[in-house]
């Protein structure tokens, strides 16, 4: 067998080790944490010892190389898995305690009141005894809006903690799993500020140009729209109106608010090309190129998209420097792993991450099957216009936008409906009148704030930076009015109430037996 094939192979059963973890831990309840470890490391040394020993025999090679990485997943999960112990943050939760921590993520400022995450340094019971005990773990704090508090500002404060719980449709407990938080603080009592010099420098430096970047967005562009290109470049997606995030989610372009892979390769190139303009080689371009998006990915809060994204860019750096490229599916599934392995929780927890990668997938199996169809559907339209006398018709971009979005939203389409519980009919159209727009988007929008934070704090000047997000504002104003026409059409967008997993599982099952029976290896993207 391949060495590529065995790595598929070998991916796919980590992957599915994780996915599995959570319901075999639950059929072991008779097992405590070290009992469970020690079974699953037994079967890792098993596997071990076979491959070891039967190399050679490819049938139990392949069953070895399964069984050990099925087993690394499901004990790389165990692993991630809190322990509620004296020395864990995770003990205290229902009682009353005085806690010392520091600042560990930029402050999400909402309109009410500020969220806080916190890496806890010591606790103290109230009431228990009267010194602090060295405890280790997370907790999320909401407090009031005022006094503001930043990244590494070190604090002292009271409060009951209580463990996350689920409410409506949303798991909130495991949204917040995957940040290894299991505790939350409401408004705590005589909040102290004790010091500002913890953190990362770099990452406090990073933080505070951020803020200066939103600042000249919001000081030159009014709302909606700042508050939409704040989201586009910067991933602050909070201050987005709901009605607007709504109609997005409705005609289908979330997407472009949310930092994604597309976002990433249209900053990486804008980059590269600046860097190639002014005479650097090829190679050096890549380099710095992907130095600048390591801190651009620091900068929008390490959102999971990104941070794949970023992964894939260095892959493909490293494929160019040895004179190869990657499939996608291999790089995909590499990125996967890394990522899983870092953070297992991501599979369950993150609904962005599992759209993201089917997403990619639904693109690498399903575009050349659709492109196909347009092709012959694209020879009659050419045809069809070249008899009118139209000989400027361009099929061929239209075509890659339908081609990339059905094929995208195919493999995503389950888990939007089981999420979300609606799905959007006019996607396409939306995505073909809006998606030509962003690239123009991104770059008006960073010529403009670069500029805006050049020139001086003079009125003149001041008249000049504002014309200059004019073109950025007027290609926000027309993303913005198509989505409102496309959200009031009808039957713009299905409502579904509730999916079950059945059909979710034989939904994919289908488009998993269309992509063995179409599987081509020529028709394959590749990176």
């Known amino acids: 067998m391949q060495p590529s094939k065995l790595f598929f192979i070998s991916s796919i059963s980590f992957i599915i080790g994780i996915a599995s973890a959570l319901l075999i831990i639950k059929k072991f309840t008779f097992l405590n944490y070290e009992q469970f470890c020690l079974l699953t490391y037994s079967f890792i040394f098993l596997f071990i010892i076979l491959l070891s020993l039967f190399w050679e025999n490819q049938k139990i090679r392949l069953i070895a190389l399964i069984g050990l990485f099925l087993f690394l997943g499901i004990f790389r999960y165990t692993l991630s898995l809190p322990r509620k112990t004296k020395d864990n943050i995770l003990f205290y939760n229902n009682k009353k305690v005085k806690i010392i921590g520091i600042i560990i993520k930029e402050p999400d400022r909402r309109a009410y009141n500020q969220k806080l995450t916190l890496d806890v340094k010591k606790v103290m019971e109230i ?8 405890v280790k773990g997370k907790i999320l704090m909401t407090a009031k809006l005022h006094p503001i508090y930043n990244y590494g500002d070190k604090l002292e404060f009271e409060c009951k903690l209580k463990k996350p719980k689920p409410f409506k449709d949303f798991a909130y407990d495991r949204y917040l799993a995957r940040y290894d ?11 102290k500020f004790l010091s500002s010099n913890n953190g990362f420098f770099v990452v406090k430096k990073i933080y505070k140009l951020k803020n200066k970047l939103a600042e000249a967005i919001n000081n030159n562009m009014q709302t909606p729209e700042s508050n939409l290109l704040s989201a586009i470049l910067l991933g602050k997606r909070r201050g987005v109106p709901k009605k607007l995030l709504n109609e997005f989610s409705q005609v289908g372009i979330s997407h472009i608010i949310a930092i994604s892979g597309m976002h990433i390769t249209i900053i990486g190139a804008i980059i590269m090309n600046i860097l190639l303009f002014f005479g650097m080689w090829r190679k050096q371009a890549f380099l710095l190129a992907i130095i600048f998006l390591f801190f651009y990915v620091i900068l929008i809060g390490f959102p999971a998209s990104a941070v794949r994204a970023g992964i894939m860019a260095f892959l493909v750096l490293l494929a160019l420097n040895y004179g190869r490229l990657s499939k996608l599916i291999n790089s995909l599934l590499l990125t996967a792993c890394i990522l899983l392995f870092l953070n297992p929780k991501l599979l369950y927890g993150d609904v962005g991450f599992q759209l993201s990668f089917l997403s990619i997938l639904g693109i690498n199996y399903f575009y050349p099957i659709i492109n196909s169809l347009f092709n012959k559907f694209g020879n009659f339209l050419s045809h069809f216009f070249d008899k009118l006398l139209i000989k400027q018709f361009s099929w061929k971009g239209i075509r890659d936008i339908l081609s990339i979005t059905l094929s995208a939203q195919l493999m995503a ?29 991104m770059v008006f929008g960073i010529i403009a704030i670069i ?3 050049v020139l001086p704090q003079i009125i003149f000047f001041q008249i000049i930076k504002t014309s200059i997000f004019l073109p950025v504002f007027f290609l926000l104003k027309y993303l913005i009015l198509i989505s409102e026409i496309i959200a009031k059409l009808p039957y713009a967008f299905l409502k579904i109430n509730h999916i079950s997993l059945t059909w979710i599982f034989l939904i994919y099952l289908i488009l998993g037996l269309i992509i063995y029976f179409n599987k081509r290896e020529g028709d394959r993207l590749v990176i």
């Open 413 to 441: 389409f389950p888990i939007i409906i089981y999420h979300f519980h609606q799905v959007s009919i006019m996607s396409p159209l939306a995505n073909i009148l809006i998606l030509p727009t962003l690239p123009f988007i």
């Open 181 to 191: 938080i299991y505790s939350i603080c409401s408004y705590p009592k005589n909040i």
């Open 451 to 453: 500029i805006s934070l």
């Open 127 to 134: 009431g228990e005894n009267l010194f602090f005990k060295n």
